[in-house]
């Protein structure tokens, strides 16, 4: 059976103040878990041993995956230091099967890439690597894949402020094989799209493999909310009421309520709310266009409109919070509190 490695060793800066107490593979998606949606995605692909390259916050990594009872079906590889996308593999050499290839991902892409799929294609393709390629209608913020009428990969084009049009990016999931991972040198960062993949490319043994479906990058706040709202309007996942109910009138689909979330009299939700577990929402209180993460609560007759909450954050009676606010995890907003649009609350 296939192991996975999931590169998530960065110190998630562009999703600051929300990843200072929180790490980037526990951020809820639409609710649930970055790790449980990818650790089950990658079982679906049959990938058996799920290897985590870690720097920042392991420690609550390490507390979480125990606290699942995963038992030696994920395991860590701490980074003393951020090692890039090849770094990790070449630390994590010993943890992995030195004859299968190797399933790569970044631990910011949330996608339904069929992994079966793409490791069947891999194999069929006669190549060292398998990069899932995807099309965006700006590849702006990405650069460009450039692939050939056999869909191998000829070459890259960086980012760039004239790549306006659209084209096929590197998806952040790979299939490698072991002679990918000798070729990395030891005890150093190393970025396997700049120093490898060109390598391969030259070689004519990397391939690209088209995904049609959907992907995410979640890297920022910005993309981050938008991933989890269009989630959210496509209804991937069931839109339930909180155990204890929440009455029709108060409640405006589009939303997700976690099913442990306590909801009082004449609170207004959504649309386009997300309450991940156990957040408190107490009386009178509204919320639409945001995020609000697990273990929060919510004071009455507070307001909250366009923003992301951060975990065990307490939001004070009356507080309002404008447009396009991120509140980190662990902290108070006062009672009566008027943030403007915009607003960032450091822990």
Same mark, same amino acid.
């Given at each position: 059976?296939?192991?996975g490695?999931?590169?998530?060793?960065?110190?998630?800066?562009?999703?600051?103040?929300?990843s200072?107490?929180?790490?980037?593979?526990?951020?809820?998606?639409?609710? +649930?878990?970055l790790i449980?949606?990818? +650790?089950?995605?990658?079982?679906?692909?049959?990938?058996?041993?799920?290897?985590?390259?870690?720097?920042?916050?392991?420690?609550?990594?390490?507390?979480?995956?125990?606290?699942?009872?995963?038992?030696?079906?994920?395991?860590?590889s701490?980074?003393?230091?951020?090692?890039?996308?090849?770094?990790?593999?070449k630390?994590?050499a010993?943890?992995?099967?030195?004859?299968?290839?190797?399933?790569?991902v970044n631990?910011?892409?949330?996608?339904d890439?069929d992994l079966g799929?793409?490791?069947?294609?891999?194999?069929?393709?006669?190549?060292?690597?398998?990069i899932?390629?995807?099309?965006?209608?700006e590849?702006?913020?990405?650069?460009?894949?450039?692939?050939?009428?056999?869909?191998?990969i $000829?070459?890259?084009?960086?980012?760039?402020?004239?790549?306006?049009?659209r084209?096929?990016?590197?998806?952040?999931?790979?299939?490698?094989?072991?002679?990918?991972?000798?070729?990395?040198p030891s005890?150093?960062?190393?970025?396997?799209?700049?120093?490898v993949?060109?390598?391969?490319?030259?070689?004519?043994?990397?391939?690209g493999w088209r995904h049609?479906?959907f992907?995410?990058?979640v890297? +920022?706040?910005?993309?981050y909310?938008a991933?989890?709202?269009?989630?959210?309007?496509?209804?991937?996942?069931s839109?339930r009421?909180p155990k204890?109910g929440?009455p029709?009138?108060?409640?405006?689909?589009?939303?997700?309520?976690?099913g442990d979330?306590?909801v009082?009299?004449?609170?207004?939700?959504? /649309?386009?709310?997300?309450?991940? /577990?156990? $957040?408190?929402?107490?009386?009178?209180?509204?919320?639409?266009?945001?995020?609000?993460?697990?273990?929060t609560?919510?004071g009455?007759?507070?307001?909250?409109e366009?923003?992301?909450?951060?975990?065990? +954050?307490r939001?004070?009676?009356?507080?309002?919070?404008?447009?396009?606010?991120?509140v980190?995890?662990?902290?108070?907003?006062?009672?009566?509190?008027?943030?403007?649009?915009?607003?960032?609350?450091?822990?």
């Amino acid at each position: 059976m296939l192991k996975g490695l999931i590169l998530a060793g960065g110190f998630a800066t562009r999703l600051r103040p929300l990843s200072c107490s929180k790490p980037k593979l526990l951020f809820p998606i639409v609710g +649930t878990p970055l790790i449980d949606r990818m +650790t089950e995605w990658l079982s679906q692909g049959n990938i058996g041993r799920v290897i985590l390259a870690v720097n920042h916050l392991s420690d609550k990594l390490r507390m979480e995956v125990a606290a699942r009872q995963l038992g030696d079906r994920v395991v860590l590889s701490v980074e003393e230091t951020p090692l890039g996308t090849g770094g990790p593999l070449k630390l994590a050499a010993s943890l992995l099967d030195n004859s299968d290839p190797v399933v790569v991902v970044n631990g910011d892409v949330v996608t339904d890439i069929d992994l079966g799929a793409l490791v069947r294609a891999h194999k069929a393709g006669g190549v060292e690597a398998t990069i899932a390629v995807f099309s965006v209608g700006e590849t702006k913020p990405f650069g460009l894949v450039t692939l050939d009428s056999d869909d191998r990969i $000829v070459g890259f084009q960086e980012k760039s402020v004239k790549n306006r049009r659209r084209g096929w990016i590197n998806a952040g999931v790979y299939i490698l094989n072991q002679n990918v991972i000798e070729m990395i040198p030891s005890g150093r960062a190393v970025s396997l799209e700049r120093e490898v993949f060109p390598v391969l490319a030259d070689q004519r043994k990397l391939r690209g493999w088209r995904h049609t479906g959907f992907w995410y990058d979640v890297g +920022t706040v910005q993309d981050y909310v938008a991933a989890n709202m269009d989630l959210l309007k496509r209804r991937e996942r069931s839109l339930r009421e909180p155990k204890r109910g929440v009455p029709l009138a108060l409640l405006e689909q589009p939303s997700y309520i976690s099913g442990d979330c306590v909801v009082g009299t004449g609170a207004k939700l959504g /649309p386009f709310t997300i309450l991940s /577990p156990k $957040v408190k929402v107490e009386n009178g209180a509204s919320v639409r266009d945001s995020i609000v993460f697990e273990s929060t609560v919510l004071g009455e007759n507070c307001r909250i409109e366009g923003s992301v909450i951060g975990e065990a +954050t307490r939001i004070g009676r009356g507080a309002k919070i404008g447009k396009g606010s991120v509140v980190a995890g662990e902290v108070t907003v006062p009672d009566g509190e008027v943030l403007g649009p915009g607003s960032i609350v450091l822990n």
